[in-house]
């Protein structure tokens, strides 16, 4: 079946700019979580839902990030005034439920290009 | 603090020579360790999730094990194709995220 989609795959923009960065979950999970990846290091957890409300969204680091999940299905994560500091490759996960050991498969990223 | 440590940051090893990847947490309360593989360009595939201490998984060449304080993912007879990123995440008690490692880079040489 069909794993996890981002789009889009690379976003190059300018200092200041407004950025949109969209999940595709695997169909049916109802967990979805987005995590912050830079170079050599692990993925840094970021905001998760179950269902269409934020869970936890602890990982976000300022104001100008904000995550949506409308319907329970696709997931925007919307970035204000980008900064050179947020440039890195953004992962989203999806897993079948929130329960504490469900395994999350992750989606290819897109890799954010702040100028 | 949660904190999840892996070494060696990177290793390269000839095709078919053993070795052992170690990663090294602290967390207030384990409620699954993770392991994971990342191609350059691609997202985290997973391998295992294993639960408590003593837990052992196998997936071809891969056996990944657990104890109270690390784990390790021990590679027999590596092939080219086992070159990647494997990366360790936990899951505290407290929360539903994962906690990762920076990642050991594994290069097999033919």
């Known amino acids: 079946g069909a794993g996890v989609s981002q789009t889009p795959s690379n976003k190059v923009t300018e200092k200041g700019k407004y950025v949109e960065l969209r999940c595709d979950p695997i169909?049916?999970?109802?967990?979805l979580y987005w995590y912050r990846q830079s170079l050599g290091q692990g993925p840094e957890f970021l905001i998760y839902?179950?269902?269409?409300?934020?869970?936890?969204d602890s990982g976000l680091p300022n104001d100008r990030f904000f995550a949506v999940r409308p319907e329970g299905s696709v997931s925007t994560l919307k970035i204000q005034r980008t900064e050179r500091g947020d440039s890195a490759v953004y992962l989203c996960?999806?897993?079948?439920?929130?329960?504490?050991?469900?395994?999350?498969?992750f989606g290819p990223g897109t890799r954010l290009t702040v100028l | 603090e949660d904190q999840v440590t892996q070494s060696p940051e990177a290793l390269r090893l000839q095709e078919g020579e053993s070795s052992s990847l170690n990663c090294s947490y602290t967390?207030?309360?384990?409620?699954?360790l993770f392991w994971y593989r990342q191609d350059p360009g691609k997202g985290p595939e997973f391998l295992f999730t294993?639960?408590?201490a003593g837990e052992e998984k196998e997936k071809e060449r891969l056996k990944a094990t657990l104890t109270k304080k690390e784990s390790f993912l021990h590679i027999t007879a590596p092939k080219p194709e086992d070159s990647a990123t494997y990366l360790c995440?936990?899951?505290?008690?407290?929360?539903?995220?994962?906690?990762f490692g920076a990642g050991t880079r594994l290069t097999v040489k033919p």
């Open positions: 996960a999806s897993s079948l439920t929130a329960g504490s050991l469900d395994t999350q498969y």
């Open positions: 169909s049916g999970h109802t967990a």
């Open positions: 839902f179950q269902g269409t409300g934020a869970a936890d």
């Open positions: 967390v207030s309360g384990l409620r699954g």
């Open positions: 294993l639960y408590s």
């Open positions: 995440a936990v899951k505290p008690n407290n929360n539903n995220d994962m906690r």
